[in-house]
């Protein structure tokens, strides 16, 4: 029955013959499960004839889920990960309905969704939320293959309007992203969910295109690899160039520093009491940083985007190692501003 309501829940229309045959059993019991799943408060419709069949139609209260093992202990995690989430609004939702999943989850799964949340650590990215009513709008438009048009912000700052045959959703880095087919620009294109507004549909179906290369999240990282930053950090690191390429991998570049083109970088950030020196990020490897003792080495430079200056002191965290900030002022003054925070809310004692 847990496969039948799962072919029913695509919203297609199934004939009886094709149901019968994907399950494997009689037509007698495919229609004894169709009836058990109308007790259940599922609004199963049927139509007789040579092509009758049946199809799950859309009901006014949400009927009980039958859910398999493996489906319910993903429900409890992926609530647990809702509550602190990117998304804006759901979090009192979520709450709740782990609540009440948590009442009648049989307790072998309860101690399975237990340990995934005990020895998991997700590590929240800085990131504008999103309006859950939104990303819910644009994923059913997705799924019944309906064109959307909606205003869009670009990189630029100009308004745009847009007619989008939407493809996929795809949450990288703490942003969301709408994958989908520009109709008035004739290609793919990929749009930031907290620069899009008032999504609407159109009524007008689309058969759905192949994306590129297949896979959506794939297409996304390029984008946001390809797309020029407006605003670029350079940073000395005091610490093995090889090392911090490591951690910050592909989000920047690191090149060894040569102490000639600067005379005071073979000093520790933070010790030069120069205008942009963002001062030490720290000393230890921390989360899997570069690490070091600042003055045992000379610094290495690393580029990168600085669009988002939160993002931007992040990479710099996790790379846990000395640090001077040489631009933009604006990075510079906002690691200030995090530590002025940090450092009222942790007084010595």
């Known amino acids: 029955m847990l496969r039948l309501l799962g072919l029913l829940q695509t919203h297609r229309y199934w004939t009886g013959v094709e149901l019968a045959d994907r399950l494997e059993v009689s037509a007698r019991t495919l229609r004894r499960d169709v009836d058990r799943l109308r007790e259940l408060g599922y609004p199963v419709l049927a139509s007789r004839g040579v092509a009758g069949g049946y199809q799950l139609k859309a009901g006014a209260a949400v009927p009980p889920l039958l859910l398999d093992d493996e489906e319910a202990v993903a429900i409890v995690v992926g609530l647990r990960a809702a509550v602190a989430g990117s998304v804006a609004g759901v979090e009192e939702a979520a709450v709740r309905a ?33 309006d859950a009513g939104m990303l819910t709008a644009i994923a059913l438009a997705a799924r019944a293959e309906e064109r959307l048009r909606f205003g ?33 620009r004739s290609g793919w294109r990929t749009f930031r969910l907290d620069r899009i507004t008032e999504p609407l549909t159109t009524g007008g179906r689309f058969r759905p295109r192949e ?16 797309a020029p930053a407006r605003r670029q950090a350079e940073v000395l690191i005091w610490a093995p160039a090889d090392q911090v390429a ?37 000393t230890g490897s921390g989360g899997g ?46 690691i200030r501003a995090v530590g002025r925070l940090f450092t009222t809310a942790a007084p010595p004692g």
């Open 246 to 282: 490591r951690v910050v991998g592909r989000w920047a570049a690191v090149e060894p520093w040569d102490p000639a083109k600067r005379g005071d970088a073979t000093r520790p950030a933070g010790t030069s009491g120069k205008t942009g020196t963002a001062g030490r990020a720290g």
């Open 289 to 334: 940083g570069a690490g070091g003792e600042p003055g045992d080495r000379g610094p290495c430079r690393l580029r990168m985007g600085a669009d988002d200056p939160a993002w931007a002191m992040l990479l710099l965290a996790r790379v846990g190692a000395p640090f001077e900030v040489l631009g933009p002022p604006e990075l510079a003054e906002h």
């Open 152 to 184: 869009y912000t670009d990189r630029e700052g100009a308004a745009t309007h847009r007619h989008v045959e939407p493809h996929r959703l795809v949450s990288l880095s703490g942003r969301w992203y709408l994958v989908g087919f520009d109709v008035d």
């Open 98 to 130: 782990l609540a009440k999943v948590a009442q009648v989850i049989p307790r072998r799964l309860r101690h399975r969704a237990d340990a995934l949340g005990a020895y998991t650590v997700p590590v929240p990215v800085g990131g504008p939320a999103v």
């Open 211 to 226: 994306l590129p290369g297949g896979d959506a999240a794939a297409f996304v990282r390029a984008a946001v690899r390809s």
